[in-house]
């Protein structure tokens, strides 16, 4: 891809930094977003490094995820002029000292709004969602009268709250900081003067709260000044700041080139897009490349809340099977597969015991989003710790299992334990536990790996992770009514039971060493080949109806909902493909979807094929 050609609105952003304007760049897919980022912050080290250093000021670049932080930092050449950091992280950085804000912040805002939205889902009814809202009213009212008693609040990075116990969520921080921002002018004032410069990449992800609260920090002419860098179109998690825009006397820019898609790719997501008009760009311009369109005929769901069964799991990767086939990509390196759920790549790649699990009856629906992020307290240990080493042992990689180690555990780590120890006992060490860890993997359960690593310190472990580890089983029968609370007992002992080696297709899907993956995990991505694959009976999801949106006259209108959420989410997926695109659509009637692909002009005839 090519990433050093200026455009116009590379310029428009380097004329905002001189005139110390703030400004909003809108950059569509594979537009080069990142590099307009990268030459915006090396003109102000540039032009105004000295000054900035001189002042203990720095610049701030707010970003998404740990990857792209990595990335940011690695193309700036590491300089601390820069503080490039994820939006959790920074905001925990400036606001973690405010204690008694903090208190006041959960007392006031935070706290309240959960325990009002508890009562609004409270019926007074026997449904779960009541009887779950009766339970999250007792505890956020236990919260609140405990909240005084609390010596100190900690973020450890953790989906979890623990009001009383002074653990802070993921949410927490952003609602916290969101409220402190707009209530205390001089939190306001401080972050100006810290930063003079705030940049947010992936700025349609950001929280809307958070986007606010950067525009009243910035709201004066001059420094501070804030610069947003997205694309609305891209934004596909829910409560994020998907019309972000810059403080009143911003400029909004918009950047057309595509220099990651064909031309043929390019043309597809024109006709799916309406607000910008894509123009090829770089090296990709003379690439023609091609999109086609397989429509097969859904069957009838058989299983249980009208979603396939395994055997219906297994025709339907059958059908993607023949598509292949007949693109001729069967069997290819070079290919990558993405579905909107992971039914299907759980059937092919071997973790539907897993799958099953976590979106059985034992798994909340937090539980359920954890196991997606692979964040879930459960998983993160084999995803981040146990597998890496066992395949790097089975590799020969020693190097990679010091680095794995000295990373992830704390009986590795340099001020750790064994800090004092000579180099040759540490890879003694490290030798004899990768044995034991390699026997476990292959014939033992996940609940003997994860004590392994616990006594041993190779991983770090919440309270909450220990005592689910130390204590015994649940004996009584799960009753939904009764237990509803503590059905992560449940989910433990079910997951504890499992053969370690049975996560091994997991771990290896989740650290991106498959070429399949979800249309939500492939954001940011490129690949030269993608097959796009919708089947809304395999997803059995209401937030999305890929034939409805694709064929509303056919399978019948989407939910206002359904449209926004689905067509941002088939951008993303669609602009993925550098040369090639393949969509392999399941529909209740593909003749008459046919035609209607055509009328509408997202395809043409000769890009499209009836099974």
Not at 54 to 76: E, F, H, K, P
Not at 184 to 192: E, H
Not at 538 to 566: H, I, M, V
Request: charged share 30%.
């Amino acid at each position: 891809m090519a990433t050093l050609i200026p455009t116009e609105a590379d310029r428009e952003v380097a004329e905002c930094l001189k005139a110390e304007r703030d400004f909003a760049l809108i950059a569509g897919a594979g537009s080069g977003k990142t590099t307009s980022l990268i030459e915006a912050l090396t003109y102000i080290g540039r032009e105004s490094g000295p000054k900035l250093r001189q002042a203990g000021q720095r610049v701030a670049c707010i970003t998404y995820t740990n990857r792209a932080v990595d990335v940011i930092r690695s193309r700036l050449k590491f300089d601390d002029l820069y503080e490039v950091t994820t939006l959790h992280s920074f905001l925990w950085r400036e606001i973690g000292r405010f204690q008694h804000d903090i208190r006041l912040a959960l007392k006031k805002d935070r706290i309240p709004a959960l325990l009002a939205k508890a009562r609004e889902d409270d019926s007074g009814k026997n449904t779960k969602i009541a009887r779950r809202a009766r339970t999250q009213v007792e505890r956020y009212e236990g919260a609140l009268s405990g909240i005084d008693d609390v010596p100190k609040f900690n973020y450890d990075n953790s989906s979890y709250s623990d009001y009383v116990g002074g653990t802070l969520s993921h949410d927490d921080v952003i609602e916290i900081a969101g409220y402190l921002i707009v209530e205390r002018k001089n939190l306001r004032k401080l972050l100006g003067m810290k930063y003079p410069y705030i940049f947010v990449d992936e700025a349609q992800d950001t929280f809307e709260s958070i986007v606010s609260g950067l525009n009243l920090i910035c709201s004066n002419q001059g420094l501070p000044l804030v610069g947003y860098f997205g694309d609305p179109w891209q934004q596909i998690y829910d409560g994020r700041a998907a019309g972000f825009g810059p403080p009143e006397g911003g400029l909004t820019i918009t950047k057309k080139e595509n220099f990651r898609c064909s031309r043929a790719v390019i043309k597809l997501l024109n006709a799916f897009r309406d607000d910008v008009e894509q123009m090829p760009a770089g090296e990709n311009a003379e690439v023609e490349g091609s999109v086609e369109i397989r429509l097969v005929q859904a069957e009838d769901p058989e299983g249980d809340r009208k979603r396939y069964t395994n055997p219906q799991v297994d025709r339907a990767l059958e059908q993607m099977d023949r598509a292949l086939d007949a693109w001729g990509w069967r069997n290819r390196d070079d290919v990558t597969r993405l579905f909107l759920v992971r039914q299907m790549i759980a059937r092919r790649l071997g973790f539907s015991e897993l799958q099953t699990l976590f979106t059985g009856p034992f798994a909340s629906a937090r539980a359920e989003d954890d196991y997606e992020s692979g964040e879930h307290y459960l998983l993160k240990p084999f995803i981040k710790t146990i597998w890496p080493l066992v395949a790097a042992q089975a590799n020969g990689d020693q190097r990679a299992v010091i680095d794995i180690l000295r990373a992830n555990s704390p009986a590795f780590d340099m001020n750790g334990p064994n800090a004092k120890k000579s180099l040759r006992y540490m890879m003694e060490l490290s030798k004899k536990h990768l044995e034991r860890l390699g026997e476990i993997w292959t014939q033992g359960f996940t609940k003997e790996a994860l004590i392994y690593v616990r006594d041993h310190e190779l991983v770090s472990m919440s309270d909450h992770f220990l005592e689910q580890l130390a204590r015994e089983p649940r004996s009584e029968i799960f009753d939904e009514d009764e237990h509803s609370s503590e059905k992560g007992d449940w989910l433990a002992d079910s997951f504890f039971s499992m053969h370690a080696s049975a996560l091994k297709p997991f771990c290896k899907f989740m650290l991106k060493n498959t070429n399949y993956s979800t249309q939500h995990g492939v954001k940011g991505e490129e690949y030269p080949n993608v097959l796009v694959v919708y089947d809304d009976i395999e997803a059995a999801w209401n937030n999305y109806s890929f034939t409805k949106l694709l064929t509303p006259q056919t399978a019948g209108e989407p939910t206002d909902g359904q449209r926004e959420r689905g067509r941002k989410l088939a951008y993303v997926s669609f602009s993925r493909a550098e040369e090639n695109l393949r969509v392999l659509l399941f529909t209740p009637d593909p003749d008459t979807a046919r035609r209607e692909l055509i009328e509408r002009k997202l395809f043409n005839e000769e890009q499209i094929t009836i099974v």
